[in-house]
């Protein structure tokens, strides 16, 4: 078999199918671990291209990561890519104390021995871009600067009050640090002796160029770091080089009877989608998410199990959330070990359900609710179901292992897709050809 072409890891595990969906649905077979694999699992995808795993580190502290994210480092390397990528969140936030960005490139260069780390944030199929070192990203059909997008100015856990992509690393390590900004990266610009290199990408040309970077650049930078950009630029060098081609046909998933839902999140996006949800059948339960990671836990779950399973019985779909919205908000009651449990919980709550009621499809929403639930629910690995191209960063997967072989699950992002989203999952979307 070939050399895999990329490995990665996915500071959280929406980030991660956000990854799995770019190379995937350009015809990169991929496959995305929940937790280092044993030899019988990994056989299983032998003929995988690129292989990811999906981690917890968007939530953790430098300490947790010097441990674990390394261990991960090292596993990644025994698979012997082309390319290492840190995938992390599009809209880089992270701070010191929290995720830290800046620690994380730290322990990758030490462990691939690379002297140079690229940067690639950009990626306009999501609609993030960068330019000259700032980094912007949509909101509700407008373009904003991060440090006054309207959501992730405001991030409950490590809000963006810095645009400048550099300046905002260099909170969280001492490397040195460069751009190659979005005019000079379409000339012939080569790898400095920087640490961390930023490469623009504003469009498809420039995007094109970042890619052929990285890919000739390999053998010096083997590792790199930077949202689902780097697959998207590297499809463009892959093309060229005739590594990928030709066309990948997804089947119509076709409508679910019943879907269950279970959020963490507090995005203004997701409040929407709830209430739209909601005016199309589903029925909403609130969870007092102080509750949930209390003493008396283990009854809240359960009462919430059966409430859950009431409406699902009947016939409907079902949303059990923490919030609607940031008005409702009580994370600041919650201190980092709180906001993990609080996922596991939702997460037992969605194992429960999908079980007891036969579910073939599920939805879990919140980027740090996502990372925590899935490993309640003992699902080893993930591959892509089918892209949504209205919701590019969320697709429609399919889990392997544990009681949960063969569910279609989706985790969403906060600040991820229309309103429509929990309604469009549940009533399945057309095959897409790309």
């Known amino acids: 078999m070939p050399k895999p072409l990329i490995s990665y890891y996915g500071d959280d595990f929406t980030g991660s199918t956000d990854v799995m969906e770019a190379l995937a649905s350009n015809g990169v077979e991929t496959v995305l671990f929940l937790k280092k694999p ?45 390319l290492c990528h840190y995938k992390v969140c599009s809209t880089f936030d992270s701070a010191p104390e929290v995720g830290s ?52 100015s405001r991030h409950p856990v ?55 970077l990285l890919w000739d650049s390999r053998a010096r930078a083997r590792f790199c770091c930077g949202s689902s950009g780097v697959e998207y630029a590297l499809v463009h060098a892959w093309r060229d080089a005739g590594l990928v081609g030709g066309t990948v046909a997804f089947a119509n998933a076709g409508p679910a009877d019943r879907i269950a839902v279970v959020s963490g999140s507090v995005s203004p996006t997701t409040e929407r989608q709830i209430r739209h949800a909601c005016a199309q059948g589903f029925d909403g339960i609130t969870l007092d998410p102080l509750a949930l990671v209390g003493d008396g836990s283990a009854a809240v779950v359960s009462g919430a199990v059966e409430a859950g399973l009431k409406v699902l019985d009947r016939g409907s779909s079902v949303i059990l959330y923490t919030a609607l919205g940031p008005s409702a908000d009580r994370g600041a009651a919650l201190d980092g070990e709180a906001r993990q449990r609080l996922g596991r919980a939702l997460g037992r709550i969605q194992s429960e359900l999908v079980a007891r009621a036969g579910l073939r499809r599920a939805v879990v929403a919140g980027g740090d609710t ?23 960063g969320s697709p429609l997967c399919v889990a392997h292992g544990g009681g949960a072989d063969g569910l279609e699950i989706a985790l969403k992002g906060g600040q991820v897709g229309g309103d429509d ?3 469009m999952i549940r009533s399945g979307m057309p095959a897409l050809t790309t």
């Open 101 to 152: 960005i800046g620690r994380a490139i730290e322990i990758g260069r030490s462990v691939f021995g690379a002297a140079t780390v690229p940067l690639v944030v950009g990626a306009p199929q999501i609609r993030r871009y960068t330019a000259f070192g700032q980094l912007f990203a949509a909101y509700q059909g407008r373009n904003y600067r991060i440090d006054r997008h309207p959501v992730m």
């Open 158 to 212: 490590t809000p963006m009050d810095e645009a400048d992509v550099l300046a905002h690393l260099a909170r969280q390590t001492d490397l040195s640090s460069a751009t190659i900004d979005n005019v000079a990266i379409t000339g012939s610009p080569e790898i400095g002796d920087e640490a961390i290199l930023l490469l623009d990408v504003l469009d498809q040309a420039t995007q094109a160029a970042a890619g052929r």
């Open 421 to 423: 989203y929990f309604s």
């Open 38 to 82: 044993d030899a019988a699992l990994l056989s299983r995808f032998s003929t995988s291209r690129a292989f990811g795993l999906a981690g917890t580190s968007r939530s953790e502290t430098p300490g947790w990561m010097d441990v674990h994210l390394r261990d991960a480092f090292e596993w990644l390397k025994t698979l012997d890519a082309e």
């Open 370 to 392: 996502s990372s925590h639930a899935l490993g309640e629910m003992g699902i080893a690995a993930l591959t892509l179901k089918m892209p949504l191209p209205q919701s590019p």
